[in-house]
């Protein structure tokens, strides 16, 4: 595990926005897992300005994402499709045809993730999966408690998770109850992952998964037995990390 840790959080999705970049570079048609949430939105700008400054090519790049709400159709605001879209699908050239994202809406969830999980083999399996960490230390939205050999599935959203994201809603009633989310396995099947953390609420979930047992109760922490994990902290959820780590630049 490399564990990197970036003066600010334009430093990190820089850094975060590099990695991507440089796979894409060596690995045109490369399979990317994406993640939503505010922490990699700035990732996904610079990865835009990438695109029209220097013309990094997404022609060929074939993506899934991480989860998505049950219940929210693809034109609501909140659901992670539109985030995708509004945020970045929209502003590179990728074709529409190579995104993945859960149906909120199937009607047979369980197909829907089993299809799911499917097409990602039919693709040769994620070449490199970005994740965020919750304040619960969820990793997609596999809750603390989730089981670990889970592959994509129907997942039901923690109180703590809810009222993380009501911040996105008008009212906490709004906050979907259930989601879908690609499970442990799936994730961790992935050639590559980067982790990105920012912000002081997630300093201490953050060195309970790097450092503390490998537990379901904090999902995250099975990160630390896959072969190919960079963690990029930003120095505001670092301050119990650093006392652990080696920094590696990269
Ligand atoms: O980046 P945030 O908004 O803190 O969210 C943390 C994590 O929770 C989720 O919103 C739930 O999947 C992820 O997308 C994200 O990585």
Same mark, same amino acid.
Do not use: W
């Given at each position: ?20 970049? $440089?796979? =894409? ?9 994406? !993640? &939503?949430g505010?922490?990699?939105? #700035? ?43 509004h ?39 994620i070449?490199?999966q ?6 619960? $230390?969820? =990793?997609?939205?596999?809750?603390p408690?989730?089981?670990?050999? !889970? &592959?994509?599935?129907?997942?039901k #959203?923690?109180?703590e ?28 099947h ?7 953390a ?53």
């Amino acid at each position: 595990m490399r564990i990197v840790i970036a003066k600010d959080y334009e430093d990190m999705s820089a850094r975060a926005a590099r990695i991507v970049a $440089g796979q =894409i570079y060596l690995k045109p048609n490369s399979v990317l897992g994406m !993640a &939503t949430g505010s922490t990699p939105l #700035l990732m996904y700008k610079e990865l835009i300005k990438v695109h029209k400054e220097v013309g990094l090519d997404f022609s060929e790049v074939i993506t899934f994402n991480l989860d998505e709400y049950l219940g929210l159709p693809k034109e609501d605001e909140q659901s992670y499709y539109y985030y995708m879209f509004h945020h970045f699908f929209n502003h590179i050239n990728i074709r529409k045809q190579n995104i993945y994202i859960p149906d909120g809406m199937a009607q047979d969830v369980e197909e829907e993730c089993r299809n799911y999980d499917r097409s990602i083999l039919n693709m040769g399996g994620i070449d490199l999966q970005i994740l965020g960490i919750g304040n619960n $230390g969820h =990793i997609g939205f596999n809750e603390p408690d989730i089981k670990f050999e !889970a &592959t994509t599935h129907r997942v039901k #959203l923690d109180d703590e998770t809810i009222e993380a994201n009501a911040r996105f809603f008008a009212t906490i009633e709004e906050v979907p109850r259930f989601a879908i989310s690609m499970g442990i396995k799936t994730i961790m099947h992935a050639k590559k992952l980067v982790l990105l953390a920012s912000g002081e609420n997630k300093a201490e979930v953050l060195y309970h998964a790097l450092f503390g047992g490998i537990t379901p109760e904090i999902p995250a922490s099975i990160l630390q037995l896959h072969q190919d994990v960079t963690v990029i902290v930003e120095e505001s959820a670092a301050h119990l990390v650093k006392h652990k780590y080696q920094n590696h630049r990269i």
